[in-house]
């Protein structure tokens, strides 16, 4: 797939990238061989192979699922500027 000018220039726009003129026709190079590189990858054979999220099969150690208040209500509370009976105290935003 050979991409021009035109068509890089787009995908810098869209990606909000800032790419001068001088750029263009090697950036139109650069992209033609990583799409060329995808294109190989779509030729290897990957039936029977399960997906997989990691290369190493380690399963993430579980924790019980307790729901708690947190224990440190006082901590929390000792940055407030104004608190009021255990609870943030706001300007009051709506008439």
């Known amino acids: ?3 021009d000018r035109e068509t ?3 995908i810098a726009y869209l990606a909000r990238i800032r790419v001068s003129d001088d750029r263009l026709d090697q950036m139109a190079g650069d992209l033609d061989g990583i799409l060329d590189w995808v ?3 779509s030729e290897v054979d990957t039936d029977g192979v399960e997906p997989m999220t ?6 993430a150690p579980m924790r019980a699922d307790n729901i708690t208040d947190g224990g440190c209500r006082d901590k929390v509370l000792a940055n407030a500027t104004e608190p009021v009976e255990g ?3 706001v300007p009051k935003v709506v008439e």
């Not at 990691?54 to 399963?59: C, E, G, M, N, P």
């Open 1 to 3: 797939m050979a991409l």
């Open 39 to 41: 294109e190989q990858l």
């Open 8 to 10: 890089v220039q787009r």
């Open 87 to 89: 609870f943030f105290t």
């Open 54 to 59: 990691s290369v190493a099969d380690v399963l």
